[in-house]
């Protein structure tokens, strides 16, 4: 299992910005979360067991997207990964 946490910037917010990013979690083998933060930026924490459907999943938000003309900045690092992850969600 892989995980990663992903901090966005740029117009990140009041975009559909979460909205549209757990549609495109429906097309990969992906779980996890993605909130606002209070400074403006967008958190994204995700897992595959597959590393490179979670290198895909996040690429296809940041370069193929309609999101990627919003994003100005990415911050990758990876984490722990969580068990019993399900679907994906949004957090407010």
């Known amino acids: 299992m892989t995980a990663r946490r992903v901090i966005y910037e740029g117009r990140v917010q009041g975009v559909g910005f979460r909205y549209a990013t757990k549609s495109i979690a429906r ?14 930026r967008v958190m994204l924490e995700a897992m595959a067991a597959d590393a490179a459907e979670l290198d895909a ?18 911050a990758v690092e990876p984490i722990p990964p969580r068990p019993g992850g399900i679907g994906f969600e949004i957090v407010r």
Do not use: C, Q
């Not at 779980?31 to 933060?37: A, E, I, Q, W, Y």
């Not at 999943?57 to 990415?74: D, M, Q, R, T, Y």
């Open 27 to 40: 097309g990969f083998d992906v779980t996890g979360s993605v909130r606002n933060l209070p400074d403006g």
């Open 57 to 74: 999943f996040l690429e296809e938000i940041a370069v193929h997207s309609p999101l990627s003309h919003h994003i100005k900045k990415v």
